[in-house]
C-alpha cells in the first residue's frame, strides 16, 4: 500500500445516481461510488447484487436508465460514458474480464496476447503491423508473470479453467488500461491457484488501477485494502476489510453465505436491524 | 541463459522487470507448408493429364473458378465463423458484367464491327427479340473487356462493403444474418429473371465469345484453365498472408469471441465488413472467370441452391483452412462429373449424404482429417522430433 501515498489521489471513475432497468427490475438503483487512481479496489456482494451490471454499466455493455458515469473526472474533456461505444471505451483506456474466462480459444497463448498489446485499433493500423515482431519485450515479461512461458505456442482452448484466468489476466497488462475491471477472477480455482492469482493481481496493482469483484472472503482478505458491498444495486456499506465485516447490514446481507464468521446478536428481524434494508425492497416490490 | 540473466538482474530490480524472452515458435508448421506447396503445384497437373480431352479441360477451367468462389467463402464463414447462404450474389454481379462484355463483342463481330461502345452498336440476341432498339447505355461500355473486368471485381466489392458495413453496424449475426443474405439474392435472382431484355431472363446470356486479353485469344480450354489456376494461386498466396498477418488472427478471435474483441477496443463491425468487401470482390472475379470458361451466365448463380453447394465445398474441404475450400470445390465438383456422367440422377442425394456425413464426422473437413492423421504419424512413429 506504499505505494498509494505516492500517487495525489485523484478519482479515476465516478459512478452518480446510476440506475439500470430491466423492464422494471432495478440491477443497479440509483448507485453511488468512486475510485481513485491507483486503488486496488474490491467490490463484494451476494449474488444478484448487481456486481457484474455495474461492470456492463461501465463498459457501455448496458446504458445506464438514469445517472452519469464519468471516467478521469479531472481529465480536460472529461468522458461521460454514455456518450461512448463498447470498443470506444476500452480505446480510452478501460480493460475488462468477463466473469467466465473469455480467451480466444482457437489462437495461441502468445497470439492472444499479441492481439491485446496496446496498438491503434484501426482496420488499416492492424493491416500494417508487424505483429511478429511487436512488443516482444512486454510479451515476454507478462508470460513470465502469468506463468504461461512454456505454453506460450498452445491453443488457449486446451488450458486449464486457472490458465485462462491467468491469461485474461496477462491479456488486461498487454492492453495496459488505466482502469482495469476484474469480475471474479478466482471462481472456481483451488485455494493454491487462487493465491497465485491474488498476487498477481498484487503485482498488477503496482502499475494499474484496479476493480475485482468477488465473493471468496479469504482472497479478498488477502488483496483488498478498500472493500465496497453492493447489495440490491445499492451501496451497502464502504471501507476496510475490518470495517466491512463488522458492519451489521453487510453481516445480515451475507448470512446465508458463511462467509463472515463473527456472530450476530441474535436474528433480528430484516426491517428491525435494516431500516434501510427495508426501504430498498419497497421499490423493487413496487414495480414488480 | 536467461536463468542467468534472471539471476544477474534479480539483485538490481524486482523480479517484475526481469527481461525473459519470449519463447521461439515450434518448427510444426514446416509439414503443413511443405503439403501447401505440394497441393499448390498438384493444382496444375489436370491440363498435362487430360491433355487430349478439351471438354475435361474446360471442365477443370470451370472448377478452378469455383474454387476461387470456394475460397471467398471460406474467409467469411470460415475465419470469421459468419456463415453466408447467399455469396452467389457477389459471384453472379461478376459474372453477369463479364458476360455482357462477351456477349456483345460476340454481336460485334458477327456484324463485323470494332469492339467500342457506340449508339448502333450491335445488339445481342436476346436483346433484339425483346425490341430494344440499341443497347441501353450502362452496358454499351462493358463491351471493353478490361472495364468489364474492373466492374466484375468493383460492383461486388461496392456492394458487399454497403451490406456489410450495415448489417454488421447493426449487430446482425447467426442464423439471422444467414437469411439476410439469402433475402438479398432472392431479391436479386426476381430482378434479373424479370428483366429479360435488359439480362437475358431465366435463360441468361448464352453461347458468348471466347475471352481475349492483349491480344491473346483463350482458345485452347488449357490455356483458360492455366490462366484461371493462376489467378487462384495468387489468390490463395494473397489470403495466406492476410490471414497470418494481425488481421487474420483478429478475424479467427472475432470468430471464437466476438465480445472479446470488442472489450480489447477493436471495431469488429469494421473488421467484417473489411473481410465481407474482400471476399465479395474476390467472389466477383470468380464470377467473371467462370463465365469466361462456361461460355454462358444464368440466373442459377443467383439461385440459392448454388450458394448453399459452395459452403458445402468448403465443408467437405475443412473450413478455417485455405487449401480446404480449393480441395473441396475440386473433388466435390470433378465427383459431380464422373457420377453423374454413369448415373445421372443420383448425384443430389450422394451430395446431400456427404454434408450429412462431414457435418456429423468430419467437423474440420478432409484437411482436419489429414492434418490429425499427420499429427498421430509424428507423435507414434519413431523418428527424431523435437521436443516442444
Ligand atoms: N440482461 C438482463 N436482463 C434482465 N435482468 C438482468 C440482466 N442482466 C442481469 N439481470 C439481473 O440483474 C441482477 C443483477 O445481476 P448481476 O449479474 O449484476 O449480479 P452479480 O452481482 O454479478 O451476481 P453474481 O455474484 O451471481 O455474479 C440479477 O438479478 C440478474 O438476474
Ligand atoms: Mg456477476
Known sequence: MGFQSKIVPEEILQVKEVTVDFSGFKALNELNFSIERGELRVVIGPNGAGKTTLLDAVTGKVKPTAGRIVFQPNERPACDLAHYQEAEIARLGIGRKFQTPNVFKSLTVLDNLRLSLKYPRGVLHTLMAPFLQDGKDLLAEI????????????????????????????????????????????????PRESERTGDLLLAMARKHTLLVIDHDMTFVRQIASKVTVLHEGRLLSQGTVREVQDNPKVMEVYLGHHKIEKKTPAAPTPAAASPKGHAIQKPIGHHA | MSELTTEIQEGLTPPLVAAPAVPTAPARTLGGRVATCLFLVCLFVPPFYYDDDPYRSEQFAKIAALALFALSIDLIWGYTGLLTLGHGLYFGLGAYAVAYSLKLQRAALAEGRELIAAPDMALPDFMAFSRLTQVPAWIAPLINIYLALAVAILVPLIVAAIFGFVTFRLRIKGVYFSLITQALILA????????????????????????????????????????????????????????????????????????????????????????????????????????????????????????????????????????????????????????????????????????????????????????KIFQVAVRRLPWPRPVA
Not at chain 2, 472475432?254 to 477493436?266: K, T
Not at chain 2, 480441395?327 to 459431380?336: D, I, R
Request: proline share 3%; net charge negative; with cysteine.
Open chain 2, 188 to 371: 436479386l435472382y426476381l430482378l434479373v429473371i424479370r428483366n429479360l431484355p435488359y439480362t437475358g431472363g431465366d435463360v441468361g446470356m448464352v453461347s458468348l465469345r471466347r475471352l481475349e486479353l492483349f491480344g491473346f485469344e483463350f482458345k485452347q480450354d488449357y490455356d483458360l484453365y492455366f490462366f484461371i489456376a493462376g489467378i487462384l494461386v495468387v489468390c490463395f498466396l494473397g489470403c495466406a498472408l492476410l490471414m497470418n498477418s494481425k488481421v487474420g488472427r483478429l478475424l479467427t478471435a472475432i470468430r471464437d469471441n466476438e465480445n472479446r474483441v470488442m472489450a480489447l477496443g477493436y471495431n469488429a463491425a469494421l473488421y467484417k465488413t473489411f473481410i465481407f468487401t474482400l471476399s465479395g470482390a474476390i467472389a466477383g472475379l470468380a464470377g467473371a472467370l467462370y463465365v469466361c470458361a462456361n461460355h454462358s451466365a444464368g440466373p442459377k448463380f443467383l439461385q440459392i441452391d448454388f450458394s448453399i453447394i459452395a459452403v458445402i465445398w468448403v465443408a467437405v474441404g475443412g473450413r478455417g483452412t485455405l487449401v480446404g475450400p480449393i480441395l473441396g470445390a475440386y473433388l466435390v465438383e470433378f465427383g459431380k462429373i464422373l457420377i453423374s456422367e454413369e448415373w445421372p440422377f443420383v448425384w443430389t442425394m450422394i451430395l446431400g449424404v456427404l454434408f450429412v456425413a462431414v457435418v456429423l464426422f468430419l467437423p474440420d473437413g478432409i484437411v482436419g482429417l489429414v492434418r
Open chain 1, 143 to 190: 508470460l513470465d508473470t502469468i506463468g504461461l512461458g512454456p505454453k506460450a505456442y498452445r491453443e488457449a482452448g486446451i488450458l486449464s479453467h486457472g490458465e485462462k484466468q491467468w491469461l485474461e489476466l496477462g491479456m488486461l497488462l498487454a492492453q495496459d488500461p488505466e482502469l482495469l475491471l476484474i469480475d471474479e477472477p478466482v471462481a472456481g480455482m483451488t
